[in-house]
């Protein structure tokens, strides 16, 4: 069974950090990109950034500095550090997998995990 499992969120001060990590099993990653992604209360979905299979990353500009995403093939997880969260940082935050590209298309999502920080 294909599965992706986010963890790490949780209810933080503007200023904290975290580390959210994406857990994957069903498959190995090692043949996949995999992006990260947040939805805010009441908005669309946002590319946060993606890393490639060969390490390299992407990351959509309103996230270039304080966002840093990674991958560690041998534990097929992927991670996304948090820095110097903000309140309006507060969103779902999902990780997903794909075959083709470092932008897209997803051929596997997971749930997400809530990130909420508090003004």
Known sequence: QIRLVESGGGSVRPG???????VVSGFDINGY????FRQRP?????????VARNGGTVYGTPFKGRFTISRDNAKNSAYLQLNNLKPEDTAVYRC???????????????QGTQVTVFA
């Open 33 to 36: 990109q995999m992006g990260w």
């Open 16 to 22: 904290d950090s975290l580390r959210l990590t994406c």
């Open 42 to 50: 009441g908005e669309v979905r946002e590319y946060v950034g993606g």
């Open 96 to 110: 997903a997998a794909g075959s083709i590209a470092i932008e897209g298309p997803w051929d596997y999502w997971g």
